[in-house]
């Protein structure tokens, strides 16, 4: 394992110099790949699937006749948010891709903890302990903006990772594997899936804007009471739609209230290409890792995890947004639903 100290200068290089040798390659080519790389909108083809944020396009193309990815120009790195978990569940056959090969580990420990079940040839980076999972995330896409410019057209994805299981009830359904299709088409993925409230309200990976920018979390959050502090959670800002409008996130700015809905990753393990990694200026995730770090558990976090979506996603269509609105029946915000505000959802009918 190599290890990196704590100065974003050393990372930066370290990984400049991997980028060292590219041969220039034509852009934007016309294959299959290509145009669904580089389409502009998120997969709209089939309603169900869109209303779950998956999609319906055959990407059969990309793996032989035994299921292996025969596809040579997407290359699959891994970042791991690491405080005190072991690794080994991350890259045992049951979770780790089977059609893809993950080329490049990154891993960031923040607690001052042994990182235990890291591939040997993984990149082990140490980072105060500040911001969780998305500072780290932050800090990773800051730090290594260039190897993901617009001049290099090498498809790379990324995937995003937390040291523990602790949501994993919730990807049962989803595999890496077709999160990481589902990057291909739609720019970013989630792995983890909507999930019921009873038989009968089936919520959507898509929020209202307006909704979702009235979350906040005000009484604290703890997951580990032997770990988790709550003395500096609550932030000054009075919702995450403060907050975004203080960071002044292009993608996410006033200006862009257009953008009548939001994609929002719960959980914080998702997949992103690079082409819309560049979609947003370096000075964007510069932003938010300066912002997560004013401590560990803060409630600027949980306000994080909920941009991801709408800053990493393709967008939606008009015709793609005209569709969500009028399926569901109702804009979640409340009681149990407090935690997702601005979620749209159906009732399903008796």
């Given amino acids: 394992m190599k290890v990196i100290g704590k100065n974003k200068n050393e990372l930066i290089n370290t990984v400049q110099s991997k980028e060292d040798g590219y041969k220039e390659k034509e852009m934007h080519k016309n294959t299959k790949l290509d145009q669904l790389w580089y389409s502009p909108h998120v997969d709209d083809t089939n309603t169900t699937a869109l209303w779950f944020g998956e999609i319906s396009k055959d990407l059969s193309f990309l793996s032989d006749k035994n299921n292996n990815s025969n596809n040579k120009d997407i290359k699959i790195n891994m970042v791991i948010s690491h405080c005190d978990k072991p690794l080994n569940w991350i890259f045992e056959k049951d979770f780790s891709p089977t059609r893809y090969k993950i080329d490049e580990v990154f891993v960031y420990t923040k607690c001052g903890n042994e990182v235990i079940g890291a591939p040997p040839d993984a990149t082990i980076v140490e980072l105060e302990n500040v911001g969780r999972c998305d500072h780290t995330y932050a800090h990773h896409l800051s730090s290594t903006y260039e190897s993901f410019s617009k001049q290099n ?15 994993s009830e919730w990807w049962a359904k989803r595999t890496l594997d077709y999160t990481i299709d589902i990057a291909i088409a739609n720019g970013f993925a989630c792995i983890e899936q909507e999930y019921l409230f009873g038989d009968k309200i089936i919520p959507s990976y898509y929020h209202l804007n307006q909704k979702w920018r009235e979350f906040a979390m005000k009484d604290g959050y703890v997951r580990e009471k032997d770990r988790d502090k709550t003395d500096l959670f609550v932030s000054s ?25 939001i994609p929002v990753c719960y959980g914080g393990v998702f997949a992103v290409t690079s082409h819309q990694i560049v979609s947003n200026e370096r000075e964007d995730y510069e932003k938010i890792e300066r912002s997560l770090s004013r401590g560990d558990n803060i409630e600027e976090g949980h306000f994080c995890e909920r941009v991801w979506g709408g800053l990493l996603s393709k967008p939606l269509s008009q015709e793609a947004t005209n569709i969500l609105i009028e399926k569901k029946t109702r804009v979640m915000c409340r009681a149990r639903w407090k935690n997702r505000c601005g979620e749209l959802a159906f009732e399903k009918k008796s």
């Fill in 153 to 167: 057209s090498e498809k790379i994805i990324v995937l995003f990772m937390k040291d523990n299981p602790q949501r």
């Fill in 237 to 261: 800002y009075t919702n995450l739609g403060q907050w975004v409008d203080s960071l002044a996130l292009n993608r996410l700015s006033p200006a862009e209230q257009k953008m009548r809905l």
